[in-house]
């Protein structure tokens, strides 16, 4: 069974930081990423690492701010998110593919996902 765990998240004031974990099990997977959906906005994706961990993505909104990481023999994506700001408030959800090896962007790459995460920065 294909499952993918995210932890982190929570409530900070804007400047602070906050990491996401997302632990993945069930398969071996090949790109992961990061996406977010604020109240009333479409998901968007927020970074997205290659299989092996060679090559990164980020939306233009959060470079320099965001780092995306991966363990491969946890099975885990990291997202480290610092000088967070109030625009960053949505759900932020990992994914995971089974075909893509390289830093695929859109949702539809991506096999399977997680939960959903809530992650509110106040001004």
């Known amino acids: 069974q294909v499952q993918l765990v995210q932890s982190g998240g929570g409530s900070v004031q804007a400047g602070g930081s906050l990491r996401l974990s997302c632990a993945a099990s069930?398969?071996?997977?090949?790109?992961m990423g990061w996406f977010r959906q604020a109240p009333g906005k479409e998901r968007e994706i927020v970074a997205a690492?290659?299989?092996?961990?060679?090559?990164?993505y980020f939306t233009d909104s959060v470079k320099g701010r965001f780092t995306i990481s991966r363990d491969n023999a946890k099975n885990t994506v990291y997202l480290q998110m610092n000088s967070l700001k109030p625009e960053d408030t949505a759900v932020y959800y990992c994914?995971?593919?089974?075909?893509?090896?390289?830093?695929?962007?859109?949702?539809?790459?991506?096999?399977?996902w997680g939960r959903g995460t809530q992650v509110t920065v106040s001004s």
């Open positions: 690492i290659s299989r092996s961990g060679a090559s990164t």
């Open positions: 069930g398969r071996t997977f090949s790109a």
């Open positions: 994914a995971a593919t089974t075909t893509f090896p390289g830093a695929v962007i859109t949702p539809g790459h991506y096999d399977y």
